[in-house]
């Protein structure tokens, strides 16, 4: 997990789109703890609240660029898969706004937060308690 988070971070995609991305995760897994954190980050990172607070109605906001909305959508989608299907026109859709191989480092992010997720939310991880590293 560790591994394929320090990946991530240093893979080239946008601070602020893997902030959203992993906040939207966690917002449809109910990881608190992972809300907290990653909202937490994203303000640090330059994030507006008005952003933050519409995230999980980020459909009918005019709030997000054509690739946010992209990575929000396969977002739910890799989160959701065991509920649906990844959808072809999903891939044609996020295609448009991602290489190859930034919707592969983009399913490594979402892959990475629904993990934590699953280990924050068991584990009883307790949302406020964290503190962003000193930089």
């Not at 995760?25 to 008005?50: F, L, P």
Request: charged letters at 25%.
């Amino acid at each position: 997990m560790a591994g394929i988070e320090r990946y991530v971070r240093s893979c080239g995609l946008e601070h602020t789109l893997l902030e959203l991305v992993k906040t939207r995760a966690s917002q449809i897994n109910h990881c608190a703890y992972c809300i907290d954190m990653h909202t937490k980050d994203a303000r640090a990172g330059g994030e507006t609240e008005q952003r933050l607070y519409a995230l999980s109605a980020w459909r009918e906001t005019p709030f997000f660029t054509p690739r946010e909305r992209a990575a929000l959508e396969w977002t739910e989608a890799l989160t959701l898969i065991s509920a649906n299907d990844v959808p072809d026109d999903l891939y044609t859709r996020v295609r448009e706004h991602f290489s190859e191989e930034e919707i592969v480092n983009l399913s490594l992010a979402i892959i990475g937060i629904n993990g934590w997720n699953r280990l924050a939310i068991p584990f009883r991880s307790v949302p406020g308690s964290y503190e962003r590293p000193a930089r």
